[in-house]
């Protein structure tokens, strides 16, 4: 890069500086990892918009590493977030506004600029794909008080939820860490995540207009789009990136939850992906393709941190065992593929998943398989419900 443009970049892209930071401590911002060394205070020529920044400590010997905390920020052009590690709290805090303008003011003048390591700007693409519907307005909805997003402050929900296998690995990291202690001093009480009904249950309604209802999703989801998104497709579609971010660098089982939620509520549509929401399906359905493409990488710089603290790579093994995914693809390839007519986008985003799945799982999405019908187990929670509620009910 001319040294004219990588200073116009330094000068108009974000910083993130880091003080004290202690060595072998794993800071990520978005898809990029960087372990500290001796002279590392952070990040420089960060794009304005929207990142997630995440990092893990070490012990000593550096062999070990705490649960991730992550948090996102929505930078400015030449924007310096300015944060300092506190050891004994083992994270990173704000300082006094005094003590920050004086560090804004270093950092714009070049004085740490030797420190700082460069956003690797090839790798963007990669991260603008994860978040292009997340916003400012999704950040503040949905972050938790105090903005750390970790799975140390999930801890009660790790002995409550249905546990895939997926799940199994975010809890067990949790209870087998030195460092995974309830975090008392912390306000977090975990992301505001939209509440989704998984069952719809209506006054006056047949038992078959539930069953209907509730095998096609498109009246839950046409219900919590007109009342928890205030009718916004995009705000949808951020909280499901925002989850899977959170999930994915940030290791939040709750976020795992929420992502697996939203991604059973779409997939579980008949009408709207066809008639109504056709457009919305297409955005959907490239996401989650972003998304999973990105996950099954393995040939990326961070490959293998993932037993140092850090997975940022989709396990195939599993994923494959969570029935959850592969049934639903194939209900909705199914539904799509096999439309009589159908948006040309869609048809195009939804072959390129399938395709996706099947050359990177080997999963089997013919209808003829032999397997058919059978990936759903009999207490899998994301199975259709069928409700049949008698006339003194209603």
């Known amino acids: 890069m001319e040294a004219e443009a990588a200073l116009e970049l330094v000068k108009q892209g974000a910083t993130l500086l880091l003080l004290d930071v202690p060595q072998s401590t794993l800071i990520g911002i978005d898809t990029q990892m960087y372990y ?10 960060i794009p304005p918009g929207v990142h997630f920044i995440y990092y893990s400590s ?29 050891p004994k709290e083992e994270r990173f805090i704000k300082l ?13 003048k070049l004085e740490f600029d030797r420190q700082l ?55 067990e990291q949790l209870k087998s860490s030195k460092f995974s202690k309830p975090d008392q001093k912390s306000p977090s009480k975990g992301c505001y995540y939209t509440s989704i009904p998984r069952v719809i249950k209506l006054k006056g309604a047949s038992g078959q207009d539930l069953t209907n209802i509730n095998l096609d999703k498109t009246h839950i989801l046409e219900t919590s789009l007109t009342k928890q998104y205030g009718g916004s497709e ?13 999930f994915l660098m940030g290791q939040s089982l709750e976020a795992f939850l929420q992502w697996k939620l ?29 998304q999973l493409k990105f996950g099954f990488q393995k040939d990326r710089k961070d490959t293998g941190r993932a037993e140092k603290g850090a997975m940022t790579s989709l396990d195939e093994s599993l ?29 195009t985003w939804t072959r390129k998943l399938r395709e996706l799945l099947e050359q990177t799982l080997g999963w089997d999405f013919q209808q003829n398989s032999a397997v058919d019908g059978m990936y759903l187990e009999a207490d899998d929670e994301f199975a259709p419900v069928v409700e049949i509620l008698d006339d003194t009910d209603h």
Request: proline letters at 4%; a negative charge.
């Open 36 to 45: 500290s060394g001796p002279n590392f205070k952070g990040v420089k020529m």
């Open 58 to 86: 070490s012990n000593r010997e550096g062999n070990e590493f705490s649960p991730i905390v992550g948090f996102f920020v929505d930078a400015s052009p030449s924007e310096v977030i300015v944060k300092k590690w506190d």
């Open 117 to 171: 390591g460069p956003y690797a700007l090839d790798q963007y693409g990669d991260w603008k794909r994860l978040s292009n519907f997340i916003t400012k307005s999704t950040i503040e909805n949905l972050e938790p008080i105090g903005g750390e997003i970790s799975v140390v402050s999930e801890s009660d929900m790790v002995e409550n939820v249905h546990k895939t296998a997926i799940e199994k690995v975010l809890a």
């Open 319 to 347: 994923l494959s065992a969570d029935n959850f995914l592969r049934h639903l693809c194939k209900e909705f390839f199914s539904l799509v593929l096999d439309a009589p007519v159908v948006d040309g986008d869609l048809l």
């Open 262 to 290: 939203l991604v059973s509520l779409l997939l579980g549509c008949s009408e709207a992906p066809l008639h109504t929401r056709t457009q919305l399906f297409t955005k959907f359905i490239k996401a989650i393709y972003y």
């Open 234 to 246: 995009d705000s949808l579609l951020g909280e499901l990136q925002f989850a899977f971010v959170a």
């Open 96 to 108: 006094s506004e005094e003590k920050e303008e004086r560090y804004v003011q270093a950092v714009k």
